[in-house]
Each structure stands twice: as structure tokens, then as C-alpha cells.
């Protein structure tokens, strides 16, 4: 019998070599055991809202006064909602003449680039052009786009940190392209290391491979660190030197939990350094409504601005955004909410800035906890959480159970982390998943259940964890 084109062995070979552990094997079964009535806890994923974060009460305002925009004619809509939230939907309306139902332009909606654009020289100090500012669905559409524009072939290589967010390795997958792992040292806080890198890109190019674009992930995501503006600068010499292009996944900017390295955006890094690299570099900045003290995933608002690409490039881009005709309209409202939120003196302030306050303290307090938490286990070490949403603890796995994970046919730290699940219902990804050192183990944890849950989550983990290793490592702690 003929084989059909959308039988298994005649799919995309690019298709079948994508791996996405954040919804991996530990997802489908923490899925499975749901169904069967476990509870079950999914610190698999950065997404707070489903772990019970409140949404901001300013922008679902707008929102719903924009997707509703006939309660703008109820005479007691003054009654429902405050004076600025029915002036911005007002405001939004005005930009987007068809609502919330009609597309808009494919790079996004006019005056909601401007906002971002204003959004990135008050951050900056340096002016934004909004026709370099495009609307995404989330920012991952935006890195899919650009690793799209960057990969041509098999031999066009990009570094992308390990541990890694897997949207890059699924993506230069998808692309065709090839991973170029450059590993951030553990012992250092998750610190780079430019020998290293350098022999990357000497070994990658010694294969034949066309290193083309460098991601950096700040605040790190698995890894939670924050990059000082000397790693910035040391970054962007190393890309003016080497010819590649710079990909800046800075979507966890908000989420900074110490304070001796705030974040600093790779862009303002760049313009202080002044010509040439401020005129040569090729930049692509990625932020979202995703993460910080928003969390809004589902409503998938995002945004890139390039620096440096030619004018030819941008009008390539444009184009490829256009077969898309139109990133989500509230999502693109979200955003600029986010980037243009209500100032001292509006109604809504006062309430805002106590929400956005209450969130950003209480991951603060979740990321000591959970940091914490970890380093009191047997056989754990964990870097302090300095940022992002997420800790990565290490687990020194006994020689047994790395033994027992092999008769199973798992990575071990698959195993552990599937004992864990079944154990005590917390759901969270093997190191694996973002690449770590041989012979090293980790698993990704959020920090994102509700902060009155830690003390029984945190018990639970080291309950298990104590078990697992009194059976493998042969004894019982007395």
C-alpha cells in the first residue's frame, strides 16, 4: 500500500527532531495522573496565573472596556470603572478603528509601537524608532521569526547558552539550523566563560559550521541570573569581533529579586559603548506581557526591536510578518498597557503600583524560600534565584540510582524527576531538557505557587528526597 504524505516516516525530518521538555514526558504524565485524580502541582512552566497569581486589575479594565466597547455608551459605565481605564480604552479604540474584531498592521498597531518605543528610551536614555518596534504573539513568535531570517541551511550555526529555554533548540530544529552550546559555569552563578565560548565557535567553525547569532538569556531562564553590565559589554565586543549577530531574550526584565545586578537592557549596554559597535552590532531585543509581575501568557502580547539590521532586512521581515496578516489585537493592548502603565496622580495608580508591588515582593521572598529550601536537602545544591521565575538546583544522583534510571531506559535525571511526580505531585522538567555538563543532573522548578503553599511544597520535596536517597545510596539516616 502507498505511503500517505502525512504518515509518520513522510513527515519533515526537521519536525520529528524538535524536543520540548517543558512539555515533555514528566507534562503527559502529571497530565495523566490529574485525570486519575492526583493532585498535582505544575511548577513545570513559567505561568503564574494558573498558579494562582491574580491578574492586574488596570489593564483587564481596559481590556474589557476595548473587547466590550458598547458599555462605553452605558451612562453607568463611570460607576463600573475608573475614569483613566475608560480613557485609555477610549484611546485604544481610536487607534485600532475596527476594534478588537479587525486586523491590524502586520508589524502591530501604530500608536501601540510608539508607546513601546517611548517604553524603550525612558529605560534607555537612547530614542527608539517605532518602525523597528514589531507586535508578536508572545515573544517566542518574534525568536521564531528572527532564527527563521537568520538560519539558511544545516551549516548556519547559533550559540544559544546551556542550560537553555528549549523555544531555541526546538526552533533552529524546526529551522534546519544547528545548535552551538556554549555553557554557563554553575560554579561561577551560572557566569560566562569567553574561553569557552571561543573554543566553541573555534570547534563549531572547525566542523564546518557558520556561527551566524549568539542568544543570551538575562535574567537567565533555567538558570534565574542577572548579567552585569560588564558581561554585557564583554558579550557585545565578543559579537563585534566574531561577526554575529546578537539575540537578547530579555522577557524576565522585571523579575529581579537582589540588588547588586538590576537589569540592564543589552541595548543601552551597546549605545554606551558608542561607535563603532553602537553602529555595527546587529541587535534583536525580545520582551513580553508573559512574565514580570503581568504573568498574562494566554493573552500572548510580545514585542522585538531591531538595532543595525539594513533596511532591506527589515522590509524581508515585514513580509514574513505579513503571511501571519495580524498579531493578536488584545494581546498587542496588553502591551501597551505594560509599557505605558497609569502615573502618579491617575485614578488607578495607587491600586496598580500596590498590585504590581505585592506581586514582585512575594517572588522575592519565594525565590529565598525555594533557594533555600533546596540547599537543605541532602545532596542538592542550588545558586541563589537572582531573577526570572525559576531555581535549578543540582542533584548529586548516588552511582544506584543512575544504575536503576538505566534498567528503566530513562536519563536519570528523568527518573528522579518522575519519582518526584509520582510521589508528591510536583510537577517540574529535567535538566536534561535545557542541556547540562556530563554527568551533571538538575531539575527546573518555578517559583510560582501561592507563597502560603512553600512550607508544605518545600517539606514534600525534601520528604521524597530523603527517601530516594535512603534507598539508593544503601543506608538511613539516623
Known amino acids: 500500500m502507498a505511503r500517505k504524505p502525512l504518515d ?12 520540548y521538555a517543558v512539555r515533555g514526558e514528566l507534562y503527559l504524565r502529571a ?6 485524580g492526583k493532585k498535582i502541582i505544575f ?19 481596559v481590556v474589557a472596556l476595548c473587547q466590550a466597547p458598547f458599555l462605553l455608551d452605558d451612562p453607568n459605565v463611570g460607576l463600573m470603572f475608573p475614569a483613566d481605564a475608560i480613557a485609555r480604552a477610549k484611546h485604544y479604540l481610536s487607534l485600532a478603528p475596527g476594534g478588537l474584531g479587525a486586523y491590524s498592521d502586520s508589524r502591530g498597531i501604530p500608536g501601540i509601537r510608539k508607546e513601546v518605543a517611548d517604553f524603550i528610551q525612558r529605560r534607555d536614555g537612547y530614542p527608539s524608532d517605532p518602525e523597528l518596534i514589531y507586535l508578536t504573539d508572545g515573544a517566542s513568535k518574534g525568536v521564531m521569526q528572527m532564527l527563521n531570517a537568520i538560519i539558511r541551511n544545516e551549516r548556519d550555526g547559533i550559540l544559544v547558552p546551556v542550560p537553555q529555554y528549549p523555544l531555541y533548540s526546538a526552533a533552529i530544529s524546526l529551522f534546519g539550523g544547528s545548535l552551538v552550546p556554549y555553557y554557563l559555569e554553575e560554579e561561577a552563578n551560572w557566569g560566562l566563560d569567553f574561553v569557552n565560548i571561543r573554543q566553541t565557535v573555534a570547534e563549531a567553525r572547525s566542523k564546518g559550521i557558520t556561527v551566524r547569532a549568539m542568544v543570551i538569556i538575562n535574567p537567565g531562564n533555567p538558570t534565574g541570573q542577572c548579567l552585569s553590565e560588564a558581561n554585557i559589554k564583554e558579550l557585545l565586543q565578543f559579537c563585534y569581533h566574531e561577526n554575529l549577530a546578537l539575540l537578547a531574550d530579555e522577557v524576565y526584565q522585571q523579575n529581579i529579586y537582589q540588588d547588586e545586578r538590576p537589569f540592564i537592557s543589552a541595548r543601552k549596554v551597546l549605545f554606551d559603548m558608542g561607535p563603532p559597535l553602537s553602529r555595527e ?24 526591536e531591531m538595532t543595525n539590521l539594513p533596511p532591506k532586512t527589515v522590509d524581508e521581515i515585514y513580509k514574513v510578518a505579513s503571511i501571519a496578516l495580524s498579531p493578536n489585537v488584545p494581546g498587542q493592548i496588553f502591551m501597551g498597557v505594560m509599557v505605558n502603565p497609569p502615573k502618579p496622580g491617575d485614578n488607578s495608580y495607587l491600586k496598580f503600583a500596590a498590585e504590581s508591588k505585592s506581586i514582585l ?57 518522575l519519582k518526584l511526580l509520582e510521589a508528591t505531585g510536583i510537577s517540574t522538567v529535567p535538566g536534561s531538557g535545557f542541556g547540562q555538563k556530563e554527568g551533571v543532573f538538575h531539575l527546573r522548578t518555578t517559583i510560582l505557587p501561592a507563597e502560603e503553599d512553600f512550607p508544605a511544597i518545600i517539606s514534600s520535596f525534601k520528604k521524597f528526597n530523603d527517601s530516594f536517597m535512603d534507598q539508593y545510596e544503601g543506608y538511613s539516616r539516623m
Request: glycine share 8%.
Open 281 to 304: 552590532v546587529q541587535l534583536v531585543s525580545f520582551h513580553t506581557v508573559s512574565k514580570g509581575f503581568w504573568g498574562e501568557c494566554g493573552q500572548r502580547g510580545g514585542y522585538f
Open 43 to 61: 511548577t513545570n512552566v513559567g505561568n503564574p496565573h494558573a498558579l494562582g497569581q491574580k491578574p492586574l486589575t488596570f489593564p483587564r479594565q
Open 31 to 36: 497530565s495523566e495522573l490529574q485525570k486519575e
Open 361 to 417: 515582593e512575594s517572588m522575592r521572598r519565594r525565590a529565598r524560600m525555594m533557594t533555600d529550601g533546596f540547599n537543605s536537602c541532602r545532596n542538592i545544591v542550588c545558586n541563589f534565584t537572582e531573577g526570572a521565575m525559576y531555581s535549578f538546583p543540582q542533584i548529586r544522583l548516588p552511582p544506584r540510582a543512575i544504575e536503576a534510571a538505566k534498567r528503566a531506559g530513562k536519563a536519570p535525571d528523568v527518573f528522579y524527576c
Open 8 to 19: 509518520y516516516d513522510q513527515l519533515n525530518e526537521n519536525v520529528k527532531k524538535v524536543q
